[in-house]
């Protein structure tokens, strides 16, 4: 996987084992693995108590430290030939915002003192890599008392300028929501809520950060809109109003990401939008969203206040030819929007190679 640059392992009874490079899924040269050999393959690096959870709910979640090679996030399972797990290899080194070429606005994301930071995208997209370049950032740069709540843990932070206290569910806490309780009891200044799965978990990840800690999470929403209805959503339609007048007020940024595949086969590169908290976000937050009312709307005017959305920024790496113009279409959000704005743009021409006669 490290020598491949592979994100992630399948390894699936009856099935030869799959590399994913670059988001594509790749085939490896190797017998199927049948599901006895399968089955002590993984076994081989559980704990007992690993293994007996396995037997109980037939999926495990875990992390794997490998010494020489790296940490690996595991999730084995079930499927109808018999057992399966997916390895998502997590880097060793964490970097920084600047260190990752995130948008600089994140920075400022990140230094309040309370409220709610996002993190959005789907399954791949780089969301545990920003939200741990977000608490390195922290660490590095300010004196404050981190608390993450992880599933499993994944990135490693040590402490520098800042305490970090790790706590895994399942082998530290219960759950999400028992951990996240018992953190207001611990006098954090920061926050870090693996995933937002449930209501009671978003809830208390909304009270916390109308107390005075600043919370970071993630969500699997594609873009800032849907990210703000979908919490809402989670949520009793009487009690929908009240969530959406608490997240106006909270909720600092959102920073969705795409990975796109870059032109020269080189690997990802990513494409982020940022949500900024304005009083015309808040508004929009608070009252939903209507006929030239809509978040997306206040991100395209909003870049004075930090703020940029998908499309605008696929553009650039279009104009720039990091990506090619029909894979920009793929991952835009308004395709039809995007090809009208680029009416103007033609692509360089690479002189095709000069065949013998």
Known sequence: M???????????????????????????NYRDVSPDTCRSLIFEILTESQKQSFEDNLDLDLSY???GVGRFRVNVFMQR??????????????KTIKE????????TLIDVSEGLVLVTGPTGSGKSTTLASLIHTINVEQQAHI????????????????????????????????????ALREDPDIILVGEMRDLETIALAITAAETGHLVLSTLHTIDASKTVERIAGVFPLAEQQVIRNRLAKSVRGIVSQRLIPRKNGSGRVAAIEILRSTLRTREYVEKGEGEGKTLLDAMRVGGTE???????????????????????????TNAGNL????????PSVIPSKTLPE
Not at 326 to 331: D, L, V
Request: glycine fraction near 4%; aromatic fraction near 6%.
């Open 2 to 28: 490290k020598q491949q640059g592979a994100s992630d392992l399948h390894v699936a009874s009856n099935s030869s084992p799959y590399m994913r490079i670059h988001g594509e899924m790749v085939k490896l």
């Open 65 to 67: 430290p490998l010494p």
């Open 81 to 94: 030939h018999g057992m399966a797990a997916v390895f998502r290899l997590i880097p060793e080194e964490i």
């Open 100 to 107: 990752l070429d995130l948008p600089e606005q994140l920075d």
């Open 147 to 182: 608390i993450t709540i992880e599933d499993p843990i994944e990135f490693v932070h040590e402490n520098q300028r800042s305490l970090i206290n790790q706590r895994e569910v399942a082998s530290h806490t219960r759950s999400f929501s028992n951990a996240l309780r018992a």
């Open 306 to 332: 930090g703020m940029q959305h998908f499309d605008g920024e696929i553009e650039k790496l279009i104009r720039d030819e990091t990506i090619d113009f029909e894979t920009g279409m793929a991952y835009a």
């Open 339 to 346: 090809r009208l704005e680029l009416a103007d743009f033609t």
